[in-house]
């Protein structure tokens, strides 16, 4: 019952954002290559526990260029899921705990007893510091629809083709596309807020995202043509919560849904700070839960 070494890696200047920190989407990228090589190591597959109903991943601290990365897995009967894969990123200098990352399966309940039997070997216990925080466990809402977003004031923020490098090894989208799409939109929906573009440059202020849950509902192939459809689902003292929808465009069908719970962290200092009241009462006007 130990922890599988999945990943040795390190931050390359390329991968980090305008925070000067390694981009949300290449967390997701590294916890792809780590799961891979988990399923390889213990046999984990979908014929025994199917498909990933969500990946739900928490930020805990910075990674920075040149900074080392290890990931370590395991299998958690006592997550929030009926069967968890937990995937622990750490510096690989510090060993600091930077980023946690909850793989959620539901297989069939008759099967939980053999599975604990089958993956004895590779079973640890739930950690505190990756169980949800901001948001719920669960898969999102399957049946959203583009015309009801935009009826609750939600509005498109990207558009864009699926291109082959963005392609996994199953031939579908992967989980740093769909992040990158995201993250490419969200100065916008910001933008909406009184924290805009220039408030944040006036302020020494970034952008910072410390929650993230996605969930796929259905694939993309190469050549689709797709849109980010984003509103705010919550706001508290220094974070707020919000929701992107990915949709194939020809046929609006859902794709994905990214929840996001996100902060505003001075760059100087390195931490978060509150919102303006003025934030708590824009959003709160928008909210599309």
Known sequence: MTLQATLFSFVNRWECDEN????????FSRFDEADRQFRLLCGLNETLVGARRV??????????????ITVHSSIAFDGPHMLTVIHELRDGATGEL????LDGYEPNANSVKPLRQRFKDYQ??????????????GPANARTTLSGLEAKGARIIYRGTVL??????????????ALSCCTDGVAHVWQRTPM???????????????EMKLTWATPLKSGDMMLVISGFTGVGAKTFSMRHHLFESRT??????LDVVALTMDLAKRSAVELPPEAHQAINKMLID
């Open 20 to 27: 000067d920190h390694l981009n949300v989407q290449f967390y």
């Open 55 to 68: 990946r739900h991943v928490r930020f805990h601290s910075e990674l920075r260029t040149g900074d080392l």
């Open 98 to 101: 930077a980023a946690t990352a």
């Open 124 to 137: 640890t216990s739930m950690i505190a510091e990756a169980g949800p925080k901001g948001i719920p466990a």
């Open 164 to 177: 082959p490098r963005d392609l996994g090894i199953d031939g579908k989208a992967d989980d740093r596309y």
């Open 196 to 210: 805009s573009h220039g408030y944040l440059t006036e302020n020494g202020y970034g952008r910072v995202a410390v």
């Open 252 to 257: 609006s069908r859902l794709v994905a849904t």
